[in-house]
């Protein structure tokens, strides 16, 4: 008779992609179950995010004249409120923060007016976002540009310094990301869409804007609008474009070639889990929670920590804290060899050292 063979002995061993998508398989059946909105909590939240705005609001005009440092602190729990609503209007884009997709559109296009953020627009881009998040051959849809060395590597000199302007936080936030807000959201060009599709929703944003502002404006004063509206604004997009930023730039990210890239595997493997204190968490309307987002981008912010408690693997994935945020804004090329960003340091390292072996090899 002869000897039957077990199979188990010649099962072969899934390789490492295989075993990601396995694991980002059965983390997106987990995400499954907290999907969809909850319209309770959210009236809640729309409402705990509102009264202490107006509030503040409230303060900024009674203090402007007067005393305008105290406008200027004031501001600064307003642009994280600002930055609350944002998220409120992110989840409207995503159909998720309430139940009708009517109610959401129609929530999401209202606090555009706060946001200076066409709704429309925004949404069919960040669509796309999620759609190619981590992909190499399909950048530039709501990412922060991101280079691999080989492409740094090829740049000219005057290609690198402008890239190495960009990537500086010192320009990227306070300057970059507020400019890009505040003036090229106010037109259908520069997006990576056709005009067309933008043109509506921008130019429909901007003639509500000069509504609504002009009326505010008419009723406490032009100077006092914009001595109350400016810094909020300022101080919220910068704090909206780190928050995005870290997201997906932290050393041990995910970025693939089409060929070998997958949705799911991206999705938790090229997004942050930024663990922030309670109190920003909150303001942020736990967005840090972005490995859970991508992969399930109708799990509204107020149900993420719920899918979160209830998996020690996403609680264990990808974590950030704050202090280590700080040190991931010097990351700023991908490697496609050692699988990391490096900072420009370790990037021009690597190319002498690259140079260096090419040079012993052709004399070798």
Not at 97 to 117: K, Q, V, Y
Not at 289 to 296: A, K, S, T, W
Not at 341 to 356: G, N, V
Request: positive net charge; charged residues 20%; aromatic residues 12%.
């Amino acid at each position: 008779m002869l000897a039957t063979r077990d199979p188990v002995e010649h099962r072969a061993e899934p390789s490492h992609a295989d075993t990601l998508k396995i694991e980002a398989r059965r983390l997106a059946a987990h995400c499954a179950k907290y999907r969809g909105a909850d319209l309770g909590r959210a009236l809640i939240q729309l409402l705990t995010t509102t009264v202490p705005f107006l509030a503040l609001l409230a303060g900024m005009w009674a203090t402007v004249d007067h005393a305008y440092w105290l406008t200027i602190l004031l501001a600064v729990p307003a642009s994280g409120l600002l930055v609350r609503f944002f998220i409120i209007q992110h989840d409207c884009g995503h159909g998720s923060f309430l139940p009708s997709a009517r109610a959401n559109d129609m929530l999401g296009r209202t606090i555009s007016l706060l946001t200076m953020t066409p709704y429309g627009l925004w949404r069919r881009v960040h669509a796309r976002h999620h759609a190619t998040s981590g992909n190499l051959d399909r950048r530039g849809y709501g990412d922060i540009e991101t280079l691999t060395l080989a492409e740094y590597r090829a740049c000219s000199p005057w290609q690198r310094l402008r890239y190495r302007i960009y990537r500086h936080p010192l320009f990227l936030f306070p300057i970059g990301v507020p400019f890009f807000f505040v003036v090229l959201q106010r037109t259908p060009w520069g997006h990576p869409l056709e005009p067309k599709e933008g043109w509506r929703s921008v130019v429909g944003l901007n003639i509500a804007m000069i509504v609504f502002y002009g009326l505010l404006g008419a009723a406490i004063g032009f100077s006092k609008l914009v001595w109350i509206v400016a810094p909020m604004i300022l101080m919220a997009s910068a704090l909206g474009g780190w928050l995005f930023f870290i997201q997906h730039q932290f050393e041990d990210g995910h970025w693939d070639a089409s060929e070998e890239w997958d949705f799911q595997v991206a999705a938790i493997r090229g997004s942050s889990y930024y663990v922030l204190p309670k109190p920003l968490e909150w303001f942020t309307g736990n967005i840090g929670l972005h490995h859970i987002h991508h992969l399930n981008s109708v799990i509204p912010n107020y149900r993420l920590h719920d899918c979160l408690a209830a998996s020690p693997e996403f609680q264990a994935m990808n974590r950030v804290t704050l202090w280590e945020s700080f040190k991931c804004a010097r990351l700023a090329v991908w490697d496609e060899a050692q699988r990391r960003l490096l900072t420009f340091r370790e990037a021009h390292a690597t190319m002498a050292a690259d140079a260096a072996g090419i040079r012993a090899s052709a004399s070798g």
